[in-house]
């Protein structure tokens, strides 16, 4: 969240201080490539303690509801991010979204647990009388196998090329709904918002059909 906060800096980065352009340009992909790098550690840690909290029968449901959130989070930030920007300049769209970040920390350190166990609950197995599954092999034989199956490569692609075309909506959406069709900035970050509220009904249904 700190990286996020600091792009919110660049002014005072290429003022009067006579900061070369090149070492901001510099300094930002580094921050960028490290928000990136960052970011990718979300998914693993939250699907872990998804199967730690719910039966493997139901797993793909709430899976589902918690891709959701994703989407939800994004909707809900083009309108927020779009609000504040409007009222107080660019520099307080980053502001803003690092403090929203850390106020999402805050709270996921203080309401999510890393086990039922932990909290002096049986394990989920038991709660929901499944079979606890045999561990006859190491997390690296399993990350071997999901290496080496093509499937896994294809979905892997798939996602990789639709990221690419979705952060180009996100990015250039907004701007272009401005210049060249005469929307307001909130006006704008409403109507690209729109595609992040209908892949809610895809992930919690695609979560649903999996089950």
């Known amino acids: 969240m700190g990286i996020i906060g600091l792009f919110g800096t660049k002014d005072g980065l290429t ?3 006579a900061i070369p352009s090149i070492v901001v340009f510099i300094m930002f992909a580094i921050m960028w490539g490290v928000n990136g790098w960052s970011q990718s550690m979300g998914s693993p840690p939250a699907i872990i303690a ?19 959130s994703h989407n939800i989070g994004e909707g809900l ?3 927020f991010v779009g609000s504040i920007v409007a009222a107080a300049g660019w520099q307080w769209g980053f502001f803003g979204a690092a403090i929203a970040g850390l106020i999402g ?23 929901a009388n499944e079979k606890i ?5 190491s997390a690296n034989d399993a990350q071997r196998i999901a290496l080496r199956t093509p499937a896994v490569w294809i979905l892997a692609l ?3 090329f639709m990221y690419i075309s979705r ?3 996100n990015s250039w959406g907004v701007l272009f709904m401005q210049e060249a069709k005469g929307y307001t900035l909130i006006e704008a970050s409403t109507i690209i918002s729109i595609n992040a509220w209908l892949g809610v009904v895809g992930t919690v249904v695609a979560g649903w059909m999996s089950d």
Do not use: C, M
């Open 105 to 127: 920390i805050t709270t996921i350190i203080l309401f999510l647990h890393d086990t039922p166990e932990s909290k002096g609950l049986p394990s989920i197995e038991v709660l």
């Open 50 to 68: 998804l199967s730690r909290w719910f039966p493997l029968s139901k797993r793909g449901t709430y899976y589902g509801f918690f891709s959701a």
């Open 133 to 137: 599954p045999a561990k006859n092999q």
């Open 77 to 79: 930030s083009f309108i």
């Open 15 to 17: 003022g009067e201080a």
């Open 158 to 160: 798939a996602s990789a």
């Open 167 to 169: 952060y180009s909506l």
